[in-house]
């Protein structure tokens, strides 16, 4: 079963590459995607808004995801709890508990939470309150890709759309 997931970014991604990310995002160094076009858009807005070049682009793929399922090593967070929140703390420290796995999916570390895994990072903030704070909220969901492999024969890109700019604290 194919499922429709999206990508913001500052340009066409044509052939994602898995190696174009940084290491140590929440689920590792891959090609990040989401079933949710408004949370890739608000990313797209978001590097937009960082760069002064280029346009604000919408990608859209096909991922085979019952294939990916079958046939590959996947790890997937339902909700933000301690395993989340270990993984992410190890992700972020450099530690890549990502490795050994082709799909990761689950819970953004966005601006509604990050403030929470930072100050638990920082040791400001015991693990029973920060899992307290994060059960308040419904996680936003994103896959990270992180087998090269997996992308050329399981994500098929459709299309790209070209997004407007919304300048920081304006409206469209």
Sequence with gaps: MSQLVYHGAGCSVKEPLVTYGRPDLDFGQGFYVTPLRSQAERWAQIVGLRSSQGELSLNIYELDIEYVRQNYRCRCFEAYDQVWLNFIVQSRQGLK????????????????????????????MPAEIALQRLALHQPNSQMCLLNQHLIDECLHFKQCVTLNLIPKGGTE
Excluded: K, M, Q, S
């Design 97 to 124: 508990p990502w490795l050994g796995y082709d799909l990761i999916e689950g819970g953004v570390a966005n601006d509604r939470v990050v403030d929470t895994v930072e100050n638990y990072i920082a040791g400001t």
